[in-house]
């Protein structure tokens, strides 16, 4: 490879939904260093609601809208897409992803392949063929990139993935994306009104969100501050459950249930502090992220690599996952208090400036791919 020409980097991932792991392809591919880097995506699936981020900052994307029962068929058109873009590195990210896309790379002869994890555990065991799976294309690929220190156990333990091959890079966003200052003005359509305190959650509707412990945390808090207000931001699978649950709380005149919204940044400035109520294999999560970066204090399981991201007493709050009583006493402190909502909200905000800024993920990442293409 001429020292002149940039690493020709593929990345192949399920699709592009909402999400935090695909948000970091969406962030990270368009911020590569185009003089070192030659960055490009290919979804196994359909697009996603961000795809189009990519072709608004030029990167090359493409989707081969095959479905799980059409493996046979993705994996012969990885192997044509990687012969004709030859690329230096792929990285993977899911797990037919993760399959296919280092299989197609080993028969298309592209010299490196790496794995980025973005979970901390699996949500249903891993079967026999795909733990054999794993160790068998263990050997064809050169790194394991993660986004948390906390999934280190998890990388090396449940997964079998050598110590010595696992690189963490944290994630990042850019404080300059995320105003600091207070406005309702995006949520002046979902009721929320001047003189209420505004807690958020941002997350998937799906089960491992625990959306049931942040409702019956909201219960408690409601029953003490009548003025809070709970703006849950997302879409999924459990919306039918979470509504029934709302309304067996008597929550339906607290709760707004927004759906997917694209105005995140805007979104934060409405509320007074976020909450993420997971139960299992949050990692590095990017709601979080954003919400330091908008300077709002945060209350959170500690799950994860969330407590390396969240300090407690000074960003926010943790507490124990499953444990509404916990969580209400925590919410209902910051929110009795203006002072230390702005004195968090600003420490919260330090914090993603002077270690988890955009800028410092994405010069991590490059260093990294150089180590692996040029090791």
């Given amino acids: 490879m001429s020292a002149r020409r940039p690493i020709r980097v593929l990345y192949v991932v399920p699709d592009l939904g909402v999400g935090g792991a695909e948000r970091h392809v969406t962030t990270l591919m368009p911020n590569l260093d185009r003089d070192r880097f030659e960055p490009s995506v290919l979804c196994l699936g359909d697009e996603g609601a961000l795809f189009g981020e990519l072709a608004a900052a030029d990167v090359p994307a493409r989707a081969l809208h095959r479905t799980k029962r059409q493996a046979v068929s993705a994996l012969r058109e990885l192997i044509r897409v990687m012969r004709a873009q030859r690329p230096d590195v792929v990285i993977t990210r899911g797990y037919n992803a993760e399959a296919l896309g280092r299989i197609a790379a080993w028969c298309a002869g592209v010299p490196k392949s790496i794995v980025w994890v973005h979970n901390c555990g699996d949500v249903e065991p891993r079967g026999r063929v795909r733990a ?16 948390a220190r906390a999934q280190i156990p998890y990388m090396t333990e449940d997964l079998g993935y050598p110590a010595a091959k696992i690189t963490i890079i944290h994630n ?44 019956r945390a909201a219960r408690l808090v409601a029953d003490e501050l009548p003025t809070a207000r709970f ?27 927004a759906g997917s919204r694209p105005d995140i940044p805007a979104l934060l400035r409405a509320m007074d502090v976020v909450v993420l109520s997971s139960y299992s294999v949050e990692c590095f ?9 908008a300077g709002r204090p945060a ?7 969330v407590p390396e ?12 996952p499953r444990a509404p009583e916990p969580l209400a006493r925590r919410l209902v402190e910051v929110l009795s208090d203006p002072a230390v909502r702005q004195r968090m909200g600003a420490a919260a905000r330090a914090r993603v400036e002077t270690h988890f800024s955009l800028k410092a993920s994405i010069a991590a990442t490059e260093r990294a791919v150089e180590e692996v293409v040029n090791r």
Avoid at 132 to 147: E, I, N, P
Avoid at 285 to 293: G, K
Avoid at 299 to 305: I, K, N, R, S
Avoid at 309 to 320: A, D, K, Q, R, S
């Fill in 132 to 147: 054999l799976a794993d160790r068998l294309l263990d050997r064809r690929t050169a790194a394991y990139f993660g986004v």
């Fill in 172 to 215: 990042g966003v850019d404080p300059m994306a995320f105003a600091t200052a207070d406005d309702r003005g995006a949520t002046t359509d979902l009721g929320l009104g001047e003189g209420d305190l505004v807690v958020g959650l941002v997350a998937t509707l799906r089960p491992e969100k625990d959306h049931a412990t942040f409702l």
């Fill in 231 to 257: 703006l849950v931001v997302g879409d999924g699978p459990m919306r039918a459950e979470i509504e029934a649950l709302v309304t067996e709380l008597g929550l339906a005149s607290q709760v707004v249930l």
């Fill in 285 to 293: 999560p990017m709601a979080l992220l954003e919400a330091m970066a």
């Fill in 299 to 305: 209350v959170c399981t500690a799950v994860g690599g």
């Fill in 309 to 320: 991201m969240l300090v407690e007493g000074e960003t926010g709050y943790l507490v124990p």
